[in-house]
């Protein structure tokens, strides 16, 4: 059914009314009278085996060719002759190929761009040409339209070898733009030509210098006088245009907002893809890394538009995932782990099989302000778009003109040579079967078109049935135009061995229908299709939309040459904004919708510019880690959990560093202990009266001595002795249980910052642990600890205990008492400890214990007078099992308890997880061989050809299950039989008998908000915060405004290669509103940026008493914030518990104070203090108060 979001009844009724009725209904070709099929037909020569892009497809082109205000259509063959259709008006075409002389000549046609390149007002044809072995084969034809001949008809000229065409790469697609700023159309060519001896998906350098065969060309306008019409040069190596890739797709897009234009080229195979900016000097710097963290591995078509209207055009990218179980167990490749560091060996960026939707985060700003490029974060998982098989052509428009963009996505490859099962055949039969023979035993992929409707909220709903898209085929190009010119957008697709597909948008049929305003752009010459304007709408109360002009988009293919705007309700736009090329603008005023209109560049007469601050001044937070000379970089060995226990989901060695902050050297400033890797030492970082910090190591023969990898790091006062001492808990995945490098430290504090270790002080449990805590929860007068388990090594996802260890110290002997199993003895084999905190979460008045943890539910501990008994199942939040990283508190609705953000997996993910489709884990030596074998499912739809319908289904390919289990090869000879079998035909009832059996159903990071009397309820927390994991994280009042807000870091690198690393966050800033609800702010509005593998997150105060906040990255340097607000910062007693905050607005806060709070981390013992609050009083352990305000 057609989405709506109007509010009168008339359209209510009309959307009810569609239930029946598709949005696009696909016209048959005795209708439309176009036949055209993009026929092909492979023998012995003419291969996929010979030619692996002889099924890469043809493009669609649209233009006015005759210029009667109806758009035409071009179709590019590969085997049969290109077709070019004059739209006579209502979907009825006239075949006018062999009058108008645009039929190929006989070459391998791939891409066309549609264009008026000689500025004579009648659209030309630009013709790519690969594959065939003839260079004459693969010249690109240039067909320059001649204008409407007597008969009406169009007749165009091949004017190539005229126009300086004659190259013989092997072009994929055309895209014209003006890349020097001088005013006319230049011309990128991508390139896409493989060799058999090249080993296109091979790792090896990357080849930078232009010699390879498959490098893409530039090619600069330059006019001709006495020909009068441009002559193009290709300008390659002096423009930097010099590295190599299997291109499929060009975009451009001034991605930098700089007013230059530059290129993103999607790449096949091992090369990446390219970013392509322009240094203003007619040349160009490849910058993709600086950009992306990660594309697609396979990359097909591109598209670069604004997906969510926030005016920063976004990237999509296509590969080649299927969605259902089936397809992606027949042609998952084989990971490992090498793949990483080989990328890193080799300089590649990281690439995954998938779609990546790169969501423009808005310029990134470093240190002291300055402001930078800006960055994106794939949310394809997120979005739901990630997975839609051999995909090739995105189309992203709003095709139900309800103010947001959808996309349609086109399908289907005839010969899968990557079926896993016709691979191996053919490794045997090659020499001895027959071509034919071979060629007969490879599969299809007929996989239908997909359609995504725009949610509003960067997620996309499925509507391929709702919206008559089903269809099952070989798609490749495809472009939109609205062809009968009644304001909805209508869809083309070229297939090879089937009719072309005409879809005509059904939309604007009824009278009561979304409205719509549509913008076409007439540039001055020689640019009179005013490619390369970029356009602004502006209504609703600061709505806005916003369209970069240029109709090369998708894969292949050329679109309409104009902007299309859905409007939902508005009838009419506040401003539209039109800014030219030539930095000229023009702004009109209260334009009516439901138009097309048709803007003028010499009616532009105000000048713009692109210039942008260099300074963030209105940011809430100053990096000040390169003014401070802090340099520090944590370094750690890059061990492989996954040589262990092949199938577990990620690795588990390589969560540090750790932060804790305290005064060591008793001067009266904060200073920052940090954890060290195995082999590294614990580091000090000792803060001087000028703000900067000296670093020393714990460890002086880090070689010798540091054979423990840190996890937790506190600072505590264990002896009473007024100064910090320091317990490190050890732990990660390298190390076997019982040995001695999973043995804790506790070093005593000599009150200058000498450290000497105390044997004797702490019960011996060599364990994987992760974060220590402490609190004084007997209420004795000295500190207590929670020590948590993390892991058992080479057993995950065993179940480990946690630990109390009570403070038993006397007559300055320093003693910890191991007393779970007497006062917690729930936390005996609790479970996979993250996180925990200490905190009174009943307001009793005495200190509770909350833990969050893998695959387990948020665990909650009541302190009954010094016995810690578990009431989860009292909570209201029981049933929610996640994989739970890090949880910190803060009373964010003001209501005087506190509540609880808890970091989690997120929603932009491969494992996703509801009450009815958990992600499972089983687990047991279940081969007794002798290792732990770990089994993950999920539930993912079946092939398409059993409904689709979502089953449980092992997470791994068959390649990895048998590294894991041997016998899987005998239980599952082929590819296909594995790929049938749902999870429980992969053990036997006999083998899961005693089996662990783990379950996720819940992977939002969430706020708990605290109900009172013992219950929670779980709120997920806003989209920003679902991008990746979370660790840590800091609450406090930043902005001033009275309400608690949080600071995060996040992100894991160390997933298993076919999910790829979770790296879409770069810290964040969240505007509280005093009500528990969050506002996400930009990397330019907060000035936070973290963009690597994050970690521990504390806050700390400088000499001056200013805020800092210094943020962790594992094998990544620490970062060192200062919060540019005037709070004050109010030392704390080692026994202060909490502050009571009433504010001048009448609602009071309760504050709690920690040692420890969020994954790894423990800030300093300070009170911040705004001139928000009308009082603050401090409550210690024995209950005795103190006023600071």
């Not at 023998?43 to 758009?71: A, C, K, S, W």
């Not at 879809?503 to 020689?526: I, R």
């Not at 262990?644 to 540090?656: D, V």
């Not at 420890?1156 to 209950?1183: C, H, P, W, Y």
Request: charged share 25%; aromatic share 10%.
């Amino acid at each position: 059914m057609i989405r709506h979001l109007f509010a009168c009844a008339a359209l209510v009724i009309f959307s009810l009314g569609c239930k029946e009725k598709k949005l696009f209904e696909k016209l048959s070709s005795d209708r439309t009278n176009i036949h055209f099929n993009n026929a092909i037909s492979d023998n012995d020569t003419l291969n996929v085996i010979n030619l692996e892009n002889i099924y890469n497809g043809g493009g669609v082109g649209i233009g006015d060719f005759n210029n009667d205000g109806l758009q035409d259509i071009y179709f590019t063959g590969n085997n049969v002759p290109c077709k070019l259709y004059l739209n006579k008006g209502n979907f009825s075409f006239q075949d006018i190929t062999d009058s108008a002389g645009v039929g190929g000549e006989g070459k391998w046609c791939r891409g066309v761009a549609v264009v008026d390149i000689n500025n004579d007002g009648w659209p030309d044809i630009f013709v790519c040409a690969t594959l065939l072995r003839d260079p004459e084969k693969r010249k690109n034809i240039l067909y320059i339209n001649q204008g409407k001949q007597a008969d009406g008809i169009p007749r165009f000229k091949d004017m190539s070898a005229e126009y300086g065409f004659t190259g013989t790469s092997h072009t994929t697609m055309a895209a014209f733009f003006d890349y020097d700023n001088d005013g006319d159309l230049d011309l990128y060519l991508v390139t896409n030509e493989l060799r058999k001896e090249d080993l296109a998906s091979h790792f090896r350098p990357i080849i930078k210098d232009g010699s390879h065969f498959s490098t893409d060309h530039l090619y600069r306008n330059d006019w001709n006088d006495s020909l009068k019409h441009p002559v193009f040069t290709d300008v390659s190596k002096q423009a930097g245009i010099l590295q190599e890739g299997y291109g499929h797709a060009v975009a451009i897009t001034d991605i930098n907002k700089d007013g230059w234009k530059d290129i993103y080229v999607s790449d096949d195979f091992l090369s990446n893809d390219l970013l392509w900016i322009n240094n203003h000097d007619g040349t160009f710097t490849e910058q993709l890394g600086k950009y992306f963290k990660h594309t697609s591995a396979n990359s097909m078509g591109n598209e670069v538009e604004d997906v969510n209207n926030d005016g920063l055009m976004d990237v999509i990218v296509l590969d080649m995932s299927p969605e259902d179980n089936y397809r992606k167990k027949m042609m998952a490749n084989s990971s490992s782990y090498q793949t990483y560091q080989n990328s890193d060996f080799y300089g590649y960026e990281y690439q995954y099989v998938r779609n990546t939707l790169q969501i423009n985060q808005g310029p990134t700003v470093g240190p002291n302000d300055s402001i930078g490029t800006p960055i994106f974060s794939d949310i394809a998982f997120y979005s739901g778009i990630s997975e839609t098989d051999w995909s090739w052509t995105p189309m992203v428009v709003d095709f139900d003109n309800d103010g947001y963009r959808d996309i349609i996505i086109t399908n289907g490859f005839p010969k899968d040579v990557t079926d896993h099962d016709f691979m191996a055949f053919h490794q045997q039969a090659i020499n001895v079967a027959s071509k034919r023979f071979i060629l007969d035993q490879i599969p299809e992929v007929r996989i239908s078109n997909y359609a995504f409707r725009n949610n509003h909220n960067l997620k996309f709903t499925n509507e391929t049935d709702a919206w008559g898209i089903r269809q099952e085929g070989f798609s490749n190009g495809a472009a939109y135009a609205d062809f009968d010119n009644d304001g909805d957008l209508d869809y083309v697709v070229n297939n090879i061995n089937g009719e072309a597909y005409v879809y005509k948008n059904t939309l604007n049929d009824n009278e009561k229908h979304p409205n719509y305003l549509q913008v076409k752009c007439e540039g001055d010459s020689p640019n009179v299709g005013g490619i390369g304007a970029w356009i602004e709408l502006h209504y609703n109360h600061g709505k806005q939309q916003v369209y970069e002009n240029t109709p090369f988009r998708g894969y292949l293919s050329t679109i309409q040459n104009m902007a299309h705007f859905g409007l939902d309700s508005i009838s009419s736009v506040d401003s539209v904004i039109i800014k030219w090329p030539n930095g000229k603008s023009q702004l009109l005023q209260n334009v009516k919708a439901n138009q097309l209109l048709v803007v003028k560049q010499s009616d532009a007469k105000d000048d713009y510019t692109f210039s942008h601050p260099a300074v963030a001044t209105n940011s809430l937070f100053k990096e000040i880690s390169d003014s401070l000379g802090l340099h520090v970089i944590q370094q750690e060995h890059d061990f492989l959990d996954f040589n262990i226990q092949r199938l577990i989901p990620h690795k588990l060695s390589e969560y540090g560093p750790g932060l804790a902050v305290a005064d060591i050297n008793g001067d009266g400033l904060d200073d920052v202990a940090m954890g060290g890797a195995f082999g590294y030492s614990t580091k000090f970082l000792i803060q001087q009266k000028d703000g900067r910090f000296q670093v020393r190591n714990l460890e002086k023969d880090t070689t010798s001595s540091k054979i423990t990898e840190d996890m937790g790091i506190l600072l505590f006062d264990a002896d009473n002795d007024g100064d910090n001492d320091l317990y490190v808990s050890s732990g990660s995945y390298e190390f076997d249980s019982g040995s001695q490098n999973l043995r804790d430290k506790l070093l005593i504090n000599d009150g200058k910052g000498n450290f000497v270790e105390d044997n004797s002080a702490l019960p011996i449990i060599l364990a994987s642990k992760s974060c220590v805590r402490a609190a004084d929860f007997d209420r004795d007068g000295d500190l207590d600890l929670f020590v948590a388990g993390r892991v058992q090594p080479s057993r995950y996802p065993k179940a480990v205990s946690s630990f109390i260890f009570r403070n038993d110290s006397k007559d300055g002997k320093i003693k910890f008492t191991d007393v779970t199993s007497s006062v917690a003895p729930s936390l005996v084999n609790l479970g996979l400890a993250c996180d925990a905190i200490w905190t009174d979460f009943d307001n009793d008045g005495w200190t509770d214990l909350i833990i969050a943890g893998e695959w387990m539910p948020v665990t909650f501990l009541k302190n009954d007078h010094g016995t810690l008994k578990d009431v989860t199942a009292a909570t209201g939040v029981q049933n929610q099992k996640g994989w739970w990283s890090s949880i910190t508190a803060g009373d964010f609705d003001n209501d005087g308890d506190i509540d609880y953000v808890v970091g989690n997996l997120g929603e932009n993910s491969f494992y996703r997880a509801s009450d009815n489709e958990p992600v499972r884990i089983y687990a047991k030596d279940f081969d007794k061989n002798g290792s732990y074998d770990a089994l993950l499912s999920v539930y993912i739809p079946d092939q398409h050809l059993n409904g689709g319908i979502r089953k449980e289904f092992p997470a791994q390919d068959r390649d990895l299950e048998i590294k894991q289990m041997i016998e899987m090869r005998r239980k599952f000879v082929s590819y296909k039989s594995y790929a049938s079998a749902t999870f429980d035909k992969l053990l036997s009832k006999e083998q899961l008998k005693d089996a662990l059996i783990l379950t996720a159903n819940y992977f939002p990071t969430a706020l708990l908000r605290n109900m009172g009397n013992g219950k929670f309820q779980l709120e997920a927390m806003p989209m920003q915060m679902q991008l990746s994991c979370i660790y840590g994280m800091v609450v406090d009042d930043f902005d001033g405004d009275g309400n608690l807000d949080i600071v995060v870091n996040g992100n894991d690198y160390g997933t298993e290669v076919t999910v790829g690393r979770y790296d879409a966050f770069n810290g964040l800033f969240l505007k509280g509103d005093g009500t528990g609800s969050f506002k996400p702010q930009t990397i330019l509005q907060s000035g936070i940026n973290i963009p690597g593998n994050g970690r521990a997150l504390v806050s700390l105060r400088n000499p001056s008493g200013k805020c800092l906040l210094m943020a962790s990255q594992n094998r990544g340097a620490l970062k060192l914030f200062e919060a540019k607000d005037n709070a004050t910062c109010a030392s704390l007693a080692p026994n202060d518990m909490f502050a009571t905050v009433k504010l001048k607005n009448g609602k009071t806060r309760k504050e709690e104070f920690y040692y420890g709070s969020s994954f790894l981390s423990q800030s300093g013992r300070f009170l911040r203090i705004n001139d928000q609050a009308e009082s603050v009083e401090v409550t210690d352990s024995k209950g005795a108060k103190r006023k600071l305000k």
